[in-house]
């Protein structure tokens, strides 16, 4: 099954749709925020793949899903528990087993994606690239947080995979957090 495919198979879930109701880092969406990881880290791994051989599917998949969680972390949880930073990378691996069939090295990215926060260190150099793609990401947007008004740049919809020649899009465009 090609990248596109694979990539196509999670971006039109309905389940992993539902990040886009859920607000991560303001004014971003869970799933703007997957996105965005996801391309810096694939954009990333493409340009390292033959020096460092890397497995560029399993980084932008494991990017994917890093954050899949369904709840708004910054409203308390309806069963009480708190903690997200070190909780959720527990709770997204089991929500994309559940949908989805992982690589060990996918698990392993979801899981450690938060080191040093958590104590699971990184076992794969995409999971290393992976986080710090997210911690990128995080930065990014946090430089976005007092504007008023963002350019449409910066909502991320799609996936642009450059060595493979395609733009990967989410079919439906969901809903924003109130």
Known sequence: MSLSKHVEDIL??????????????RPFTTLEHS??????????SIRLEDK???????????ALLHDFFLYDWHKLRPDGSRWHGFRHPRIACQNAERCFELSEKE????????????LRLPRSKEAFLVMFADKMASIQE??????????????Y??????????LVRLKTSPARPQ
């Not at 039109?12 to 749709?17: A, D, M, R, S, V």
């Not at 946090?142 to 909502?155: A, D, G, N, T, V």
């Not at 919809?157 to 395609?166: N, Q």
Request: charged residues 20%; glycine residues 4%.
């Open 12 to 25: 039109n879930h309905e389940e992993y749709q539902q990040l886009g109701q859920f607000t991560h880092h």
């Open 35 to 44: 996105l965005r990881v996801a391309q810096i880290a694939y954009n990333w």
């Open 52 to 62: 460092v051989n890397l497995d560029t599917c399993a980084v932008t998949r494991g």
């Open 107 to 118: 698990k392993d990215i979801i899981l450690s994606h938060m080191w040093p926060l958590t």
């Open 142 to 155: 946090f430089r976005c947080k007092f504007k008023k008004q963002l350019p449409p740049s910066e909502r």
């Open 157 to 166: 919809t799609s996936l642009h995979l450059i060595k493979h020649g395609k």
